[in-house]
């Protein structure tokens, strides 16, 4: 049950309130003046408050401004004898639960109160929620101690706190979603959403209903209004993952509501605008992307405002000792697992690894040598053989270049393929061959990509 705090200059409402109140099961203080409220307020916690709106001294408005800022999450009732609408919507506004005409019904009281209670409750797991995220992506809290990610930390200090377009580019794996959270939870918006959408994953008309959202009817399958992820970060920040792979004519559109700030969802007439802050990333290359038609100059230059560029982890190699720490404990508590050391050998081995794939390759080769290891330790013998060295050959014996090769060919083609998460045409542009040749090369090789 709750505690509730009466405030109201007529002793009768008071005590036929505690009476209710309290057989209804909660904790019920009594004040009969704001100034007094306040006393109680700053004595002891206050989940509710049931006010009169007109009481000698302070009113009923001036204690509801001072409660929501000093006691946000307290929820506060207004009571009055004689309303009007005026009175009920300054209320509303200035943050109270509910406005409600004396007398009222016990049952009816209680209802206003439950639900006043529920939103508490609410307001505090969202509370606890933005708390726990802010902690978890603070840029503080990412892994890395080198010259290259140095820097990167002082450009997301300097940019969080302000409302500008960040861009963030850098090869797949390196942590740019990470960096977005960081931004995000690191300025003035923290307490507003953080909305999310990968653009190469959805086809342009579904992506374009997505970002703007659409009316009932709108298209076969619209059977209720949808509303776009633009609308749902009102206030906070939306992030656009993989900005590079968004259709041309979906481009347009976005130039349009970065340009006015204004946009329809899909379907509708009606114009909207909404206070968003814009976090774009991608592995692409714009300019060169804009160079080649496939994305729009005057958008580019919309989103580039501020560019944090992400390193490969091979221009960070220092980092791996670090990173494999933090990937230790990460994993050896998920699986439940008393993996705590990692043998020289293993650094070695870890540290001599190209990682086309970065930090992401690092993160999953981590994990599996947690799932592998039979004991507290890592060795070499648990890493992956794209990661671990082969033995060194007999030099007496022949050696079979045609092996060799093909061993090799297949080193790469997985870790190409394992750094873009399986999908084919990406692993063929890092590869720097068609589509059709890197299918080639899977079948002759005989990879299951189900394994990457």
């Excluded at 083609?413 to 750094?419: D, F, I, N, P, S």
């Amino acid at each position: 049950m709750a505690h509730v705090l009466v405030v109201d200059d007529e002793r009768a409402v008071r005590v036929a309130l505690d009476v209710n109140l309290t057989k209804a099961g909660h904790t019920v203080s009594l004040a009969d003046t704001a100034e007094r409220a306040l006393d109680a307020l700053r004595a002891s916690s206050v989940d509710a408050i049931l006010t009169d709106l007109m009481m000698p001294g302070m009113g009923g408005m001036e204690l509801l401004a001072e409660v929501k800022r000093s006691w946000p999450l307290t929820q506060v009732i207004m009571m009055t004898g004689h309303g009007t609408v005026e009175r009920a919507v300054e209320a509303m506004r200035l943050g109270a639960h509910d406005f409600v005409i004396k007398p009222i019904a016990k049952a009816e009281l209680l209802a206003i109160l439950d639900r006043a209670l529920r939103e508490r409750a609410l307001h505090e797991q969202v509370a606890q929620l933005q708390a726990a995220a802010s902690e978890r992506f603070g840029f503080e809290n990412i892994v890395g101690n080198s010259p290259a990610m140095a820097s990167v930390f002082d450009q997301v200090s300097a940019v969080a706190p302000s409302d500008a377009t960040v861009l963030i580019t850098g090869p797949t794996g390196t942590g740019k979603e990470l960096i977005g959270k960081a931004i995000h939870f690191n300025s003035t918006r923290r307490q507003g959403p953080l909305v999310q959408i990968n653009c190469g994953a959805l086809p342009s008309g579904l992506l374009e209903s997505e970002l703007f959202g659409h009316e009932k009817g709108a298209f076969t399958g619209a059977i209720r209004q949808h509303k776009g992820r633009f609308e749902q970060a009102d206030g906070g920040t939306l992030m656009l993952d993989e900005v590079g792979e968004m259709p041309l004519e979906t481009q347009v559109k976005l130039l349009r509501v970065l340009e006015s700030g204004e946009f329809q969802r899909v379907g509708g007439t009606s114009t909207l605008s909404v206070d968003v802050r814009l976090v774009a990333a991608t592995n692409r290359t714009l300019r060169e992307e804009v160079h080649g038609g496939r994305f729009r100059e005057d958008l580019f230059y919309r989103l580039n405002v501020f560019e944090i560029a992400l390193p490969p982890l091979s221009r960070r190699m220092e980092d791996i000792p670090n990173l494999v720490e933090h990937f230790v404990q990460k994993f050896s508590t998920q699986h439940k697992k008393s993996v705590n050391e990692v043998t020289a050998s293993a650094m070695d081995t870890l540290m001599g690894h190209a990682w086309p794939g970065n930090i992401r390759e690092l993160e999953h080769t981590v994990e599996r040598a947690i799932i592998l290891a039979p004991g507290d330790t890592i060795d070499k013998f648990e890493l992956p053989d794209p990661v671990r060295p082969p033995p060194p050959s007999d030099s007496s014996g022949p050696v079979n270049i045609a092996e060799v090769l093909r061993a090799k060919e297949r080193e790469l083609v997985e870790a190409a393929l394992r750094a873009e998460g399986g999908i084919q045409a990406r692993a063929a542009r890092r590869l720097g061959v068609s589509r059709a040749n890197l299918n080639y090369r899977i079948q002759k090789l005989g990879i299951d990509i189900s394994d990457l």
